[in-house]
Every structure is written in C-alpha cells, then in structure tokens.
C-alpha cells in the first residue's frame, strides 16, 4: 500500500498518470501539446519504472529473458544493474520506458544496458499488457455500470466472451415480441404512410411493419445496466456508486498486480473509508502493489506510517520530490501520531505547529479577520501535544521536507540540544518572552488597560469560564474579596497583578479546554493588540504574522 499526500497541485494525481500511462493495455493513447511541461514539446515526456517479481514465463528467452536488467534490494545507493544474478541476490527486472516527442507519439519499449551500450528495441506484447496494466480503481463513470464496451461488467465473469452472443439472442427475442405487442399499437400510423410511400413507387416485399432497431439495442449501445429492483445503481449516492465501480473494477482485474485510486475519500463515509482501504489491501496480500492519493487524515487513520509518502513540488523547476513520512523502516510512537492525529500537517505546504490547542485557537480565530487567511495559503495550524511534543513535532515535520515554526509560550524552554535540532532543520521559533505563559501574555503583553478588561470579560462570561467561580479563584490569588467582576478591574492597572490574574487564569484552564473561547479571543481580542501596536504580544504577532505570508 502507497499513499500519496500533499498540499493541492503537488503532483499526486500526476504520479498516478504516468503509471497508469506507462502500462497502458492500450497503444492508441493521444498527446498534445498541453501533456507537456509548460507545454514546451522540445523537451519529450519521459516515463521509467522499474518492474520487479516478474511472471516466471517473462523469465524465458523466448519473452523477455534477453532484456532483463537486475535489482538490488540490499545495496540503496546503486540499485540498479546491468544484468541479474540470483546468487549474488540480485533479482531480475524489465526497465520499462515511455517517451513522447513534439512528434506526439507515444512509444513504449523496454530498456537494456550492456556494457554502456543502450538497446530499445524491444517491446512488451499487447497480451502481456494486459496483464501488467493496472487497474484504475474508483473512477465513478456510468458506463462501469453497464454491460457496454469497455465497461468492468463486461469483462467481470469465467465466460464473458459468451456475453454478446446471450445478449443477442436476447434482442431478437425482444424484437419478435415487441412486433407481436406493436401490431395494434401502431396500425394506423402504418396504414397511413405505407399508402404514401408506395404512391412514390417504394415497393414493400413483406410489408411495412413496426419494430426495435437492432442498432438502436446493440451491445455498444451499453442498455443493459445494473439495476437494484426497478432503480438503476447509477442513480444511487455517490459514495454508492463510487464503492459499487470500485468492487466491479477491483473484480474484474483478475490477476492484475497494480492498483491506482486518486483521491479514495471521494464521496465516502468514514467507515466505508476505512472498507475500501481493507478491500484493497486485501486485493494484494499475496503480492502487488496500491497507489492511493488522499486529502483526508480520515485516510491517513487506516494506514501504516511506512505505507504514506509526502509530495513536494518546487514551484520554481516544477521538480516532485518523494520522501516517506517515516524516517525509519519501523516507525516510532511519536511518528505514527504525527500521521494517525495530525495528519492534516502532511497536506499543507507550511506547518505552524502550537504548543495545544490553546495556541490553535487563537491563531485560527485571528486569521479569520485577515484580509487573506493564512489558511488560504496553505499554512495549517496544528496542536503540537504539549511543551517536548511539540518540539519533537516541529523537528519531524521540518526533517520531512516542510517549512514549519513553532508556536509556544516560554515557562517551559527547550533544551540546548533541541535549539541546535531547530537550528538544523532551520525551525523558526515564536515563543512569549520573560517566562510567561500563553493566559500572562495574554493579559502582560499589552500596555492597554482598556483590552486586559476586555479580555478578563470575555473569559470570565457566559460563553466562557463560569464568574462565580473565577472570581473566587481569584481571592485567594490576592486575599481579598471580589463580589462583582468589575471589583477585579482595579487590579488590571498594574502588570504585575495582570500576570497574576493570567496565571490563574492557566492553572485553573479558564481556556485551556474551550476551544470555542480560544477562537473567540483570536478572533475580537488579538486584531485590536495588532492595531494598537504597544506590548511584547503585538511584536511576537507581527514577527509571526510575516513567516505566515513569507513565500508560503
């Protein structure tokens, strides 16, 4: 099982194509100008894979034995060979290569190098690909659901050569009924013109009659199609009919090794995701390979962390980069939560990763007022699980190829060690200065006593942490006694007393787990920080603000 992700137009769809068109069962595939890199046709299209586990009569000199190359699983760095050698482990493979010119034709042959001397001239039989061909599973189209040509019924069963003749046998049965039903129906009609035409000299050898025109029923005319009672399947849901083409297709390839399907959350329910996966990996148990494109974490749930592989186009050269989400064979704890969690990371083109979901909602909530949302870019905001998680999660995601920053307040800083790591993967880190946490910086990181009672009201409210209780916490932080909210505002004056209350207001998470209320304060709290420009919060937003939107 593969997994492609990625952020939007990475190439994951394209990656699917080449495959698909590198072992094509047909030869009559079409090109234009547009298949081309920036539509420039002076560079051709190149497509090569490596083809590995052949059938054991590919093997024969007779087929391909005389143009196999080697593969050498144990040695990464210069995997491929000139010739195999089963007893130095080094298996027999078929180089396969499509190339496209300006001409626009497409030619596909197998490539072999003996001593630095290239061959070309061999090509795969239309029979064998058929066999390598992969099968394109999910598509959703209505012929699928059709016995018509070229349709996955028509192809599904022992015998499905013998489908025309059945099906034809059936026509001139409906014909002989119909002209036996047809006989009242349209007799005066018939009457009427048959008159006329003869007038014009059209003599009838065995008269005019009414009947189904064979070619109007034909086989390619796709009539016969599946049906659940009296309702066509094409007509069920889409996720419906995307599972239904999918079983068909997945049915119909035999003994096919390859399976492609973009985007495989089309349409799908979370546990008839879960199904599909199952139905696949199941498809090659026993040998062959799937490759799925995804932009759903719901996917990334049902997958092995080893199986998913991140795309990352340069947009510059256009260049597609590949490399596994794991960075290890077996992955690690912490790896497969950034997969199975936080999958949402892998799709995005930068990483903002907060310290919780504290951080997550405030910055959501602030970038909703934006004139551009740094969503809209592709940026994704992701809780990181704390101080030390975080860190290691920032450290992951940059060691995977993403540009990322990290969002944490500063009670809690990183080892040396860890600074060293950020330096490395060239991790930015935005974190609250003087110690304080994110609820002190909140209220400490504003001059306007104005805003830290605006705050200290939209916390301590109805949609947040409950007034009574709050305002009793806070007693104890200062012994005094504060019957009413507004007796605290006083002690908002001085930013010493403002830390304190923001302290309380984190040990005893007056917000910590309202993400709704985290939102809210992005949303009317931090804008109006930005715009009086005057604080330590202002400075880190702003610092903030230009990583989001610098070459997102």
Not at 207 to 220: C, P, R, T
Not at 314 to 339: F, P
Not at 461 to 484: H, I, M, R, W
Not at 490 to 519: H, Q, R
Request: aromatic residues 8%.
């Amino acid at each position: 099982m593969n997994c492609l992700v990625g952020p939007g137009d990475s190439c994951k769809t394209t990656v699917l194509d080449a495959i698909d068109l590198l072992f094509a069962e047909r030869y009559n595939i079409t090109f234009d100008d547009l298949d081309f890199y920036e539509g420039d046709t002076s560079h051709p299209i190149e497509i090569k894979a490596v083809l590995a586990e052949l059938p054991r009569e590919f093997l024969r000199d007779d087929r391909y034995g005389l143009h196999l190359s080697g593969w050498s699983s144990g040695a990464p760095d210069k995997q491929w060979r000139e010739e195999p050698n089963e007893a130095e482990g080094i298996e027999p493979v078929l180089a396969v290569e499509l190339v496209v010119d300006k001409s626009l034709e497409p030619d596909w042959h197998i490539v072999t190098r003996r001593n630095d001397v290239i061959d070309r001239s061999k090509r795969i039989s239309f029979e064998d690909r058929k066999v390598l061909s992969p099968a394109r599973v999910g598509g959703y189209s209505n012929r699928h659901l059709s016995w018509g040509r070229g349709s996955a019924l028509q192809r599904v069963g022992p015998s499905p050569e013998e489908l025309p003749i059945t099906l034809s046998r059936l026509i001139r049965s409906a014909r002989k009924s119909f002209t036996q039903e047809a006989a009242g129906a349209f007799s005066e009609p018939l009457e009427t013109i048959s008159g006329e035409i003869e007038k014009l000299g059209v003599q009838f050898q065995k008269g005019l009659v009414a009947n189904l025109d064979f070619a109007s029923i034909s086989m390619g005319a796709g009539g016969v199609a599946l049906h659940d009672g009296e309702i066509p399947v094409r007509c069920m849901g889409t996720g419906s009919s995307r599972l239904a083409v999918a079983a068909l297709q997945s049915s119909d390839s035999g003994a096919k090794q390859c399976f492609l399907v973009d985007e495989l959350e089309y349409g799908l329910e979370p546990h008839r995701i879960s199904l599909l996966v199952s139905h696949l990996r199941n498809k090659v148990v026993s040998g062959g390979q799937v490759f799925i494109t995804t932009h759903s974490p719901t996917v990334l749930k049902e997958l092995r962390l080893p199986e998913v592989s991140v795309c990352r186009r340069d947009g510059k050269d256009g260049r597609l980069r590949i490399r596994q989400a794991s960075k290890t064979e077996t992955a690690t704890n912490d790896e497969r939560r950034y997969t199975r969690y936080q999958g949402e990371a892998l799709l995005s083109t930068k990483i903002l990763v907060c310290e919780g979901q504290t951080e997550v909602g405030l910055m959501k909530g602030w970038a909703s007022t934006l004139p551009l949302d740094f969503q809209s870019l592709g940026v994704a905001a992701v809780d990181g699980g704390g101080d030390t998680a975080a860190f290691a999660a920032a450290i992951h995601y940059a060691e995977s190829g993403y540009k990322v920053a990290l969002l944490t307040d500063s009670d809690n800083r990183p080892a040396p060690k860890t600074i060293e790591e950020f330096k490395k993967n060239k991790v930015e880190h935005f974190e609250w200065g003087n110690g304080r946490c994110t609820e002190q910086e909140l209220f400490q990181g504003v001059q306007s006593v104005e805003l830290r009672k605006a705050l200290l009201k939209t916390l301590l409210s109805d949609d947040g942490f409950p007034v009574k209780a709050g305002c009793g916490q806070l007693n104890g932080a200062f012994k005094t006694n504060f019957p009413e909210l507004s007796d605290v505002f006083p002690y908002l004056s001085d930013a010493n007393n403002a830390g304190v209350i923001g302290l309380k207001a984190n040990t005893e998470k007056w917000m910590k787990k309202n993400f709704d209320l985290c939102f809210s304060i992005g949303r009317t709290y931090l804008p109006d920080v930005l715009a009086q420009a005057d604080g330590t919060l202002a400075a880190t937003l702003e610092e903030l603000h230009s990583w989001l939107f610098d070459d997102a």
